[in-house]
DNA sequence: CGTCTATTTGAATGTACTCAAAAGCGGTGG
DNA sequence: CCACCGCTTTTGAGTACATTCAAATAGACG
């Protein structure tokens, strides 16, 4: 059951077995159908979510009125807004099932508990931010130094299959352009 | 000496003062002269650096060979090339001072004994990183849904006095724009 | 003072956007 | 089971914001 998760925190600290055991039995169970919604823009995001199975997307409503997908989490990754989960104050994104989704789920108090009490947990927890935080600034880069081609090659590159799961239009969104856009490129680079 | 650092962390997590003793006698302080690298992208970020006083900037060096400044270090900031540090790769960006500088430095091994023995302080750098993070990802968005003129302003309001520490030319790569461009942006709005 | 870099200004260009509409696809109900 | 409806994707034409190339002016540093 817990397969994935484990492998997920193994890869960055190291934990005993029974320090996991501890963690696990932490973890609630959540199922989304699709389209439902793990927390609304505005609204307050109480837990933490390991994607066991499913596909969430993040996103922010602009000016117009339009989306803008700002993370794309699969199955092995982990979401929330994590501004309103660790400040309190009401979320900057919408996180929504995309498929019908397995959540591992901590909530604020849980998680902090796990933080503090099981040794590696909160070293994971930070290189997790760290890495995040790494990636993050490599798409603000190449937001600013790549064209829209560009990034979708290289957003094929590390998740080969995602636009077997992930919408067009979201996908766009992700890479910061137009729907229309993304259809041009992909229907122009024969 | 150690005020800055000492309310940089407190903010975050509650660390004892003997815990705060040990720590700052874990920093060594080094001195920048402007212009001096702390680190060369292509090279080992070994060390990570709180900025008591002065400046430095995080840039890459695009297709094109200009630079695009992902990061501005001010007084109170922590900075290192992230990916480097603790992945043991070389460095994505290249981190030079701006002005002459006063750092607090970890090099990797007190980083990891200080993350690991002393309460609070691997707390305080999970902390430092989601914040990064959450800040990170807004920018992205930003990037892609408001406009030079927009990111420029919302720049401006964060830091008022920006535009008096750091070059015109290198505001504008941080914000994802050519000089020329942030240059008619400034003075056409009158 | 002279040189090098930064900033400003001009004109032409391009990438992606906007508005618009058609075609494709998928789910639902008659 | 097929017809319909809504949503997604495609395609077209005109537009806009920022870029590029170019050159002049201003400013900083030795």
Not at 118 to 134: D, N, P, S, T
Request: overall charge positive; glycine content about 4%.
């Amino acid at each position: 059951m817990f397969q994935l998760i484990k492998k997920n925190i193994l890869q960055k600290s190291n934990i005993q077995d029974h320090e996991m055991d501890r963690f696990t039995k932490m973890l609630k169970t959540e199922y989304l159908n699709k389209n439902d919604f793990f927390v609304k823009q505005g609204e307050y995001a109480k837990k933490i979510a390991f994607v066991n199975k499913g596909l969430l997307l993040a996103y922010t409503l602009n000016d117009k009125g339009n989306r803008r997908v700002a993370q794309i989490a699969l199955d092995g990754y982990w979401t929330t807004d994590l501004f309103s989960f660790y400040s309190g104050k009401p979320s900057l994104f919408t996180i929504q099932a995309q498929e019908d989704c397995e959540l591992f789920v901590l909530n604020k108090s849980s998680f902090n508990d796990v933080c503090s009490s099981i040794l590696g947990i909160e070293k994971f927890f930070r290189l997790l931010a760290e890495e995040a935080y790494v990636y993050a600034l490599n798409r603000i880069v190449n937001a600013y130094d790549k064209n829209a081609l560009e990034r979708y090659q290289a957003l094929l590159q590390e998740q080969a299959n995602i636009n077997q799961r992930v919408k067009q239009k979201d996908i766009a969104s992700y890479l910061g352009i137009e729907p229309q856009s993304l259809s041009r490129i992909i229907n122009s680079k024969l």
